[in-house]
């Protein structure tokens, strides 16, 4: 459900909200997704705060062959009840550091935008257009 409500929060009104709640009505598929994810090499980084999940990151290898770098951030997702509290920027710093990294972000979700440029990203223009709108690529040198 994190990842559901994650992408709730960020997303609703970025995205076709039929996208949201198509995601939220095979839940068993999503289930299945993260049960596979979670098999694979990359860490997830989880952030929590009491007795709930409030977070999470991954980084990996690259699906990307044409960047300098070949460490994906995959995933930062934050509930919108802890955007702000520094959640975010410790996921960042679990999954990524100070390494070089590229990531994909929706083109108009600015606050996301706006947090990887604090942490040294910069759009390289390149674009991907999926269901959910377009994304467009931001890379890091290492630091």
């Keep these: 459900m994190l990842h559901l409500d994650c992408w709730d929060d960020a997303y609703t ?8 709640d198509a995601r939220r009505e095979d839940i068993p598929a999503r289930v299945a997704f993260w049960a596979e994810a979670l098999e694979d090499a990359d860490p997830v980084f989880l952030a929590a705060s009491q007795d709930e999940l409030v977070g999470f990151a991954g980084a990996g290898m690259g699906r990307d062959n044409d960047v300098d770098t070949d ?3 995959k995933v930062l997702y934050v509930r919108a009840s802890h955007w702000g509290t520094g959640v975010g920027y410790a996921l960042f ?10 990531l994909w972000v929706l083109a108009n979700n600015m606050r996301a935008i706006h947090f990887y440029e604090r942490q040294g990203f910069r759009l390289d223009g390149t674009q991907d257009e999926h269901d959910e709108g377009l994304h467009v690529r931001m890379v890091r040198a290492g630091t």
Excluded: K, N, T
């Design 13 to 20: 009104g970025l995205v076709p909200q039929e996208i949201l």
């Design 71 to 73: 460490l994906e951030l």
């Design 93 to 102: 710093e679990e999954a990524v550091g100070d390494r070089a990294a590229y």
